[in-house]
């Protein structure tokens, strides 16, 4: 599984992989938020966390329909399949997902959340939801990069596979961040989101190992 | 005496299908028009809601029926997953788009009633939400049906997405919950506790509306299912044809 997670960490990391495509995203629609709703501080204070959460799924999402599709186009997925179970194919892939978007954005997305007037004791919950939250996203991702690997241009069919899956990720993780920039115990939804991260480790591989399976036979 | 399973051979399929149906169609058409008739017409208003509670014998079997429609999709692709039987695949494609329909007319219903309810045709409650979002998973198994030529791969993979979406829509009807508290009246029907709030004068067409929309989804899904079945024929007998 390491030199698979290695490759395509390399293959992430050189041009054209698109290693800070889903920063570089992210910041843009931070960007952009006050010129479609307006400069008043306090306005973009209350919608801070919200819009990081929203700027940071789409991020997910902007990267996800080349996860395996790639490796599929040039046949490399079916050599990839022989020498691992599809499930830890899964698993690398995931990871290497979440390693390129999820944890960078985590570690920067609240000092950008800064740009909205996202208060400083804010920071903190939204970096805990979004690390705890993001490999949630990756791995619901994967789940729907891994159905649509065999569809001629699936990027749109993706996105309306996975948005809806993500509802619940965004409502825990928007409600630790909320509730963490007004100053409010946020440890219950903190708890339910890493929950959620874990039931999707635990058994996402699984469905996304039969949609690879199915797709690959 | 037969198995249960050789009953979903196609060719059984078609037969065992081909005989019940009309009998179907009769309850659908009977209960759904008797609810809807005695409903309409002879119970009185709501003392608060006034007339515009007979909506209740719209709305809320298709309710019903729209969330059991995803649960029917949820059993036929575990069936397809499990045993492979053919027909448990196309029950599944058949129900899709009578389960979106019905999600559909529940949240237009909803609207018309919440409007003079409650002052809005629509809110963020978690319950209304929630709907929206099964509407939006009914259309990604419907989309990822259509995308897929294969009809084969096109099972498994909706068969996946049907059980991992019946997991992720529970969870987000409860992560709605916690999201913000609804206007929504909770049920007035709990099957599990048996403490009705709804009155005789009102539940027993409520009840014959609800048979009768059962029976219209049932039918509903065996004739589009009987379609499918026949137009897997037709292009097995072309490729024949063809070759």
């Given at each position: 599984m390491s030199p698979l997670i290695a490759r395509d960490l390399r293959l992430a990391l050189r041009s054209g992989g698109g290693f800070g495509l889903g920063l570089a995203f992210f910041i843009i629609v931070i960007v952009l938020t006050p010129f479609a709703v307006g400069p008043d501080p306090a306005r973009l204070a209350a919608i801070a966390p919200g819009i990081a959460w929203l700027a940071a799924l789409l991020a997910a999402l902007l990267t996800l329909d080349r996860l395996f599709a790639l490796d599929w186009e040039d046949g490399s997925l079916e050599l990839l399949a022989l020498a691992l179970p599809a499930e830890a194919l899964f698993m690398a892939k995931a990871l290497v997902h979440w390693l390129t978007t999820g944890a960078i954005l985590a570690v920067l997305g609240p000092l950008l959340g800064g740009l909205l007037y996202l208060p400083m004791e804010g920071m903190v919950p939204l970096f805990l939801a979004l690390l705890l939250g993001s490999p949630a996203l990756s791995l619901i991702g994967a789940f729907g990069a891994a159905l649509t690997v065999?569809?001629?241009?699936g990027g749109l069919l993706l996105s309306l596979l996975v948005l809806p899956l993500y509802v619940p990720v965004l409502i825990l993780g928007a409600e630790v961040a909320r509730r963490g920039a007004a100053g409010l115990a946020y440890d219950v939804p903190l708890a339910l989101l890493a929950a959620l991260s874990l039931g999707c480790a635990a058994l996402m591989p699984f469905a996304g190992a039969a949609a690879l399976r199915a797709s690959l036979r | 005496m037969r198995s249960l399973w050789e009953y979903a051979n196609p060719r059984l399929f078609m037969g065992w299908t081909g005989t019940v149906l009309p009998y179907v169609w009769a309850l659908a058409i009977g209960c759904t028009a008797l609810g809807l008739v005695w409903g309409f017409f002879f119970t009185g208003d709501d003392f608060r809601m006034g007339s515009t509670v007979k909506i209740i014998y719209i709305h809320v079997p298709s309710a019903l029926m729209a969330i059991n429609g995803y649960f029917l999709m949820f059993v036929a692709a575990l069936i397809w997953i499990i045993r492979r039987q053919p027909v448990s695949a196309l029950v599944g494609r058949a129900a899709a788009p009578v389960g979106l329909v019905m999600t559909l007319v529940g949240l237009i219903t909803g609207a018309i009633w919440g409007q003079p309810m409650w002052g809005t045709w629509w809110a963020w409650d978690p319950r209304l939400t929630s709907f929206l979002i099964l509407a939006l998973f009914y259309l990604g198994y419907i989309a990822l049906w259509e995308a897929i030529e294969d009809q084969e791969l096109a099972g498994d993979l909706t068969s996946v997405l049907a059980i991992v979406g019946c997991v992720f829509a529970v969870l987000s009807r409860y992560a709605a919950r916690f999201w913000n508290q609804g206007l929504h009246q909770g049920t007035s029907v709990p099957v599990a506790t048996g403490g009705r709030t709804v009155d005789d004068v009102f539940f027993i067409p409520l009840a014959i509306s609800m048979a009768g929309f059962f029976f219209l989804f049932v039918a509903l899904v065996l004739v589009r299912a009987r379609t499918e079945v026949r137009a897997r024929r037709l292009s097995v007998l072309s490729a024949r044809e063809g070759a």
């Open positions: 065999g569809v001629k241009r | -």
